[in-house]
């Protein structure tokens, strides 16, 4: 069955360590997307990719980086540089012309900092 | 760039009663799409409902309904008979373009149901 694959599921990241948290379809989907949720806030864009070997930053690219060397991969490297990294992370696929159907989700990665 | 808003953080609704979550959203755009997306405890983001803008009549999934009112920029989702599994958070979003012939979705901040037994 196709779908989306995150993983792992949970992950613990030291302070100072950088983490790169997986993403995988085989819906043949050109566009997707990383997004962070935290409590109160709903889905907060990151990062976004409609085609291969190119992506945009979202709404909170800061300390975040991404590659998109594979139409079915996305990995997303949550760096240093973010201050407050504890978060449940999900990432999404969809067609990349019109998105009708809205995304297809993944199950996620709660990503907690020790 | 469009928002979306959710004013109502929390609500409760009865078993097998009728709950009503509300969305606003703001945009220039005279064609464009909503979503109603459902988060179970698992976390599994599934999508509900969509609306096509162009499209004057509300949609309807079995037990879930929309309202929508394009002049007021209202999409707000109607729950029947409420049953416990629908007991969740639950986004609505706007696709938004986002150049280069491509969209995004905008989420709003989620209304947490409870479905009370």
């Known amino acids: 069955d196709g779908g989306i694959t995150q993983s792992p599921k949970y992950l613990f990241r030291k302070e100072g360590q950088n983490v790169t948290l997986s993403c995988e379809q085989n819906?043949?989907?050109?566009?997707m997307y990383w997004y962070r949720q935290d409590p109160g806030q709903g889905l907060r864009l990151i990062y976004y990719s409609h085609i291969v070997n190119d992506f945009q930053k979202g709404d909170i690219a800061e300390g975040y980086s991404v590659s998109r060397e594979k139409k079915e991969s996305f990995p997303l490297t949550v760096t240093s540089a973010q201050k407050n990294p504890t978060a449940f992370y999900l990432c999404?696929?969809?067609?990349?012309?019109?998105?009708?159907?809205?995304?297809?989700f993944g199950s996620g990665t709660r990503l907690t900092v020790v | 760039a469009q928002t979306v808003t959710q004013s109502q953080p929390e609500m409760s609704v009865q078993e097998a009663e009728t709950v009503t979550l509300s969305c606003t959203y703001d945009?220039?755009?005279?064609?464009?799409?909503l979503f109603w997306y459902k988060q179970p405890p698992s976390r599994q983001m599934i999508l509900v409902i969509r609306q096509e803008a162009y499209k004057q009549q509300n949609a309807t999934e079995n037990r879930f309904s929309v309202n929508f009112q394009k002049a007021a920029k209202s999409f707000s989702l109607k729950i029947s008979d409420s049953q416990l599994g629908d007991a969740a958070m639950y986004f609505c979003?706007?696709?938004?373009?986002?150049?280069?012939?491509?969209?995004?979705?905008?989420f709003g901040k989620g209304t947490k149901l409870s479905v009370i037994p």
């Open positions: 979003a706007y696709r938004s373009y986002s150049g280069a012939g491509s969209y995004q979705l905008t």
């Open positions: 999404a696929s969809s067609l990349r012309t019109g998105n009708v159907y809205g995304y297809t």
């Open positions: 945009t220039s755009e005279s064609d464009y799409y």
């Open positions: 819906l043949n989907h050109d566009a």
